[in-house]
T-cell receptor, first 114, second 112 residues
């Protein structure tokens, strides 16, 4: 049981390049999320997916697109990377047992845009 | 979701109890208090949650005041590995709230 797996762990991009961050969970959770964390800051929600086939914008969606490929996988795409997108990106999933909902996070993708 | 207020930083001696406060004076009746922590830029980790009763698990205890306007996370015997940023989050999962919203948290430094 790996939980939430993100790939890659590190990435350096040049301004204007594109890339896709991959996320997969093996907990059969309906909801998945993408956050970014800038140095010294809390996590900010980029996009989330409440269930397979649905996606919604979070607090900071500009410059990103997402795809909920299936129940397990939720990818984040940067079409034209900018230095302002240098950040650590976290994927998460959440599941509910009774009245208790818990979110699990991946270990992050550290992205530098030069 | 109710806003939370936490001190930006705290120190604690190793082996002593760490008491991390959180103010959530605008909490509504169906909102839970969740605590997560983030160790050295790893992904946040769930610690504990509660509605109105005090809760305890293998990691920590959560004390919620009777009026639910504030809470305290207690790490009973802090170790160096508990050095982390601790986030207090108030929310009710479900329609209208689909994700955790993180503030700045409290940076806890456990001193040897």
């Amino acid at each position: 049981n790996a939980g939430v797996t993100q790939t890659p762990k590190f990435q350096v991009l040049k301004t204007g390049q594109s890339m896709t961050l991959q996320c997969a969970q093996d907990m059969n959770h309906n909801s998945m999320y993408w956050y970014r964390q800038d140095p010294g800051m809390g996590l900010r929600l980029i996009y989330y997916s409440a269930s397979e086939g649905t996606t919604d914008k979070g607090e900071v969606p500009n410059g990103y697109n997402v795809s909920r490929l299936n129940k397990r996988e939720f990818s984040l795409r940067l079409e034209s990377a900018a230095p302002s997108q240098t950040s650590v990106y976290f994927c998460a999933s959440s599941g509910t047992t009774g009245t208790y909902t818990e979110a699990f996070f991946g270990q992050g993708t550290r992205l530098t845009v030069v | 979701d109710a806003k939370t207020t936490q001190p930006p930083s705290m120190d604690c001696a190793e082996g002593r109890a760490a008491n991390l406060p959180c103010n959530h004076s605008t909490i509504s009746g169906n909102e839970y208090v969740y605590w997560y922590r983030q160790i050295h830029s790893q992904g946040p980790q769930y610690i504990i949650h509660g509605l109105k009763n005090n809760e305890t698990n293998e990691m920590a205890s959560l004390i919620i005041t009777e009026d639910r306007k504030s809470s305290t996370l207690i790490l009973p015997h802090a170790t160096l590995r508990d050095t982390a940023v601790y986030y207090c989050i108030v929310l009710m999962w479900g329609t209208g709230r689909r994700a955790l919203t993180f503030g700045s948290g409290t940076r806890l430094q456990v001193q040897p």
